[in-house]
């Protein structure tokens, strides 16, 4: 059985909306997107990388299968996540989605992820998708938790935490050249 492997981009207090596009989530009147790209550098695509090419498929909330399908699914620029994200088994949350899915090896979730877990080889990684991420830590299926933690504070956002409190155990931490730590937590017993 595999594990649920959750790995976020996050402020130093918490804020995980948009991190990549400054319309990528303007929910609430975000104004903040695009705060994690200034931060970007090779510790960071290497670390991540890493995670990229590990056996597994990935599990997504609808908002990201919906902005990855947008940004990924058509690139031919040559990078290397284009492969990865296309022919990785993706598994779709969503209450409002229905089959077919419009982007390649993806499955509207049918079930609980819980019973995913045991049919999936590999782990099942969980990238952005935060109210997904808050439903599995309350349910304590959240097995790993990677946080590139930027030096920075928002004040305002949609922010990863806000489960009931839940005890990890730190596995290993990476410090990137712009600041970032990229801290590995495992969810302790």
Do not use: C
Request: no cysteine.
């Amino acid at each position: 059985m595999g594990k649920v492997v959750v790995v976020e981009n996050v402020t130093l207090d918490g804020v995980m909306q948009a991190p990549a596009a400054p319309d990528e989530d303007t929910r609430g009147g975000f104004t903040s997107g695009g705060w994690a790209v200034p931060y970007l550098d090779q510790v960071m695509a290497e670390t991540m990388g890493k995670g990229m090419r590990a056996d597994g498929a990935l599990l997504l909330g609808r908002r990201t299968y919906e902005h990855f399908h947008g940004v990924w699914a058509d690139r031919t620029d040559g990078n290397p996540y284009t492969d990865v994200l296309n022919r990785r088994q993706k598994y779709v949350a969503s209450r409002t989605l229905a089959e077919p899915l419009k982007w390649q090896n993806s499955t509207l979730l049918s079930g609980d992820v819980a019973a995913l877990k045991k049919e999936v080889e590999g782990d099942l990684v969980v990238l952005g998708s935060g109210v997904l991420v808050r439903s599995l830590l309350e349910a304590g299926l959240v097995d790993v938790l990677t946080l590139s933690i930027h030096p920075l504070t928002l004040g305002t956002g949609t922010r990863l935490f806000g489960a009931p409190p839940t005890t990890m155990e730190l596995v290993e931490a990476i410090p990137t050249t712009t600041g970032v730590l990229i801290a590995t937590y495992r969810t302790a017993a």
